[in-house]
C-alpha cells in the first residue's frame, strides 16, 4: 500500500541554527513530491515541490529539500531557522501512473524554533 | 486574486441541522478538493471534482455531498450533521491534478 510517514511528530531548534523536517514515502516509481506549511489557524500554503530534474528543490521562504529516490526520502530543510518557520508541515506524495494515483499526505510535523 | 476563499468562517450547528459550506477560486482551476483535518488525523479528503458537473468521492465521503454547478465554486452539504463532523474544513484547488493544491483559509465547525 502506498503511504507517506513523518516519522517526527514534533522538530525543536534553535533560532540561526539550521532545520530538517523528514519525510518517507511508500509508492512506486518517482512520484511527485509536495511540502506544505501551515501556520496557525491558517489553511496550508505551498512551499515546493519535486517533479523531474536537480534532486535538490528550493522553494519558498528560503526551504528546499532534497529528493533521495535510493532511500525514498524527501526532507525538507533550511539552512538557518527563524522564529517565524514555526508552523505545521505536510509532505505529500502522488504515483505518477498505475492505477492509484491520489494524493497521499503526511500527518504533519509541528516546528518550533524557539528564540 | 483572492485565491481560494470559503464561507462561513466558524459555525456551530446542532446534532440533525443541515447547512452548506461554499467554497470558491479565482484562479480558473480545473480540480477543486473539500478536506477534513482532525487532530492526529492529517487531512483527509471528502469529496473532489476534476471539472464542472463532476464530483467524486475521497476516503471519507460519507454524511457529505457536493456539487460543482459553476467552475469556480464547490459546494460541500452536510444534510444531518453529527458531532463526528466536528472539525475544520478545507477547501483546495489545483490546475491540474498533480499540480500544487492552494488552499482556502478553513471552516471551523462544530456540531453539538
Known amino acids: 500500500a502506498q503511504s507517506v510517514a513523518q516519522p517526527e511528530d514534533q522538530v525543536n531548534v534553535a533560532e540561526g541554527n539550521p532545520l530538517t523536517v523528514k519525510c518517507t514515502y511508500s509508492v512506486s516509481g518517482n512520484p511527485y513530491l509536495f511540502w506544505y506549511v501551515q501556520y496557525p489557524n491558517r489553511g496550508l500554503q505551498f512551499l515546493l515541490k519535486?517533479?523531474?530534474?536537480d534532486n535538490l528543490v528550493k522553494g519558498s521562504y528560503g526551504f528546499e529539500a532534497e529528493f533521495n529516490k535510493s532511500q525514498t526520502s524527501f526532507h525538507l530543510k533550511k539552512p538557518s531557522a527563524l522564529v517565524s518557520d514555526s508552523a505545521l508541515y505536510f509532505c505529500?506524495?502522488?504515483?505518477?501512473?498505475?492505477?492509484?494515483?491520489?494524493?497521499?499526505w503526511g500527518l504533519g510535523t509541528s516546528l518550533a524554533v524557539n528564540p | 486574486n483572492a485565491g481560494v476563499t470559503q464561507t462561513p468562517k466558524f459555525r456551530v450547528l446542532k446534532t440533525g441541522q443541515s447547512m452548506t459550506l461554499l467554497c470558491a477560486q479565482d484562479?480558473?482551476?480545473?480540480?477543486m478538493y473539500w478536506y477534513r483535518q482532525d487532530p492526529g488525523m492529517g487531512l483527509r479528503l471528502i469529496h473532489y471534482?476534476?471539472?464542472?458537473?463532476?464530483?467524486a468521492k475521497g476516503e471519507v465521503p460519507d454524511g457529505y455531498n457536493v456539487s460543482r454547478l459553476k467552475k469556480q465554486n464547490f459546494l460541500l452539504g452536510l444534510e444531518s450533521a453529527a458531532p463526528s463532523q466536528t472539525s475544520v474544513y478545507f477547501c483546495?484547488?489545483?490546475?491540474?491534478?498533480?499540480?500544487?493544491?492552494?488552499f482556502g483559509p478553513g471552516t471551523r465547525l462544530t456540531v453539538t
Open positions: 483546495a484547488s489545483s490546475y491540474e491534478r498533480a499540480y500544487e493544491q492552494y
Open positions: 505529500a506524495v502522488r504515483a505518477r501512473a498505475g492505477n492509484n494515483r491520489k494524493l497521499i
Open positions: 471534482s476534476v471539472g464542472e458537473g463532476t464530483t
Open positions: 519535486y517533479i523531474t530534474g
Open positions: 484562479m480558473n482551476h480545473e480540480y
